[in-house]
């Protein structure tokens, strides 16, 4: 009798959560003053309009996020391609209930979120984060200086055990983005401290 040969089945790919940047533009600016997304990049244009440019150089779709009208009307004068305008609503009680609202919006994808006051951000640091993200990518991936993370700038996927984990968070009331981060796996992705400057106040420009 022949020996018979059976091909095992090979498991199919599951494919990656789509990649969405998410850019995060609703705060008071309060200690700086004045609007910071408005503020002129030595690059050209507003912090606004170049943190745009950064996100729109990954070919994703690109979600704005801000209270502010001129936000809004700023971005889409720049024709960029797929690019989604949110007007965020009431109560405005930070970047953790901002997110909660983003994860719910966009299920299933992964959101590389960015701050608006960063203007010495590079590509470098958006395609480091991406490129680990894609290794794990259902693990939160956030920025870190050196000596501090920085959870504004990082790729969380808006999958159903994060986004019911966030949902919890914010129903019990918490508002601290750290907070939860605390309370979950994350991975910091290290970047150099001069690329990740928060700039809030007019001393820091």
């Known amino acids: 009798m022949g020996i018979r040969c059976y091909r095992l089945p090979v498991p199919e790919q599951q494919p ?5 940047c998410c850019l995060l533009s609703g705060g008071a600016s309060l200690r700086m003053g004045s609007d910071k997304a408005l503020l002129p ?23 704005l996020l801000s209270r502010w009208p001129e936000h ?13 305008i949110l007007t965020e609503p009431p109560p405005w009680e930070g970047p953790l209930l901002a997110l909660h609202r983003l994860m719910e ?8 979120v960015c701050p608006v006051d960063m ?21 939160i991936h956030v920025a870190h200086d050196g000596q501090r993370r920085q959870p504004l ?13 966030l949902a919890s968070c914010i129903q019990r009331g918490e508002r601290r983005l750290q907070s939860w981060l605390d309370s979950i796996p994350c991975s910091d ?15 820091q420009l």
Not at 16 to 20: E, I, K, M, Q, T
Not at 43 to 63: D, K, S
């Open 16 to 20: 990656s959560a789509p990649l969405r």
């Open 41 to 63: 990049h030595r690059e050209g244009g507003t912090w606004l309009e170049r943190t745009l440019r950064l996100l729109a150089a990954q070919r994703q779709p690109i979600t």
């Open 72 to 84: 809004g009307r700023l971005a889409q004068a720049m024709n960029l391609p797929a690019l989604e």
């Open 105 to 112: 919006r966009h299920p299933q994808q992964r959101l590389l």
């Open 119 to 139: 203007p010495h951000l590079q590509p470098v640091v958006l395609n480091g984060l991406v490129a680990a993200a894609a290794e794990e990518p259902k693990q």
């Open 153 to 165: 700038l990082g790729v969380y996927p808006s999958l159903a055990g994060l986004a019911d984990s």
């Open 189 to 203: 992705v290290p970047f150099t401290a001069d690329l990740l400057h928060n700039i809030n106040r007019p001393d």
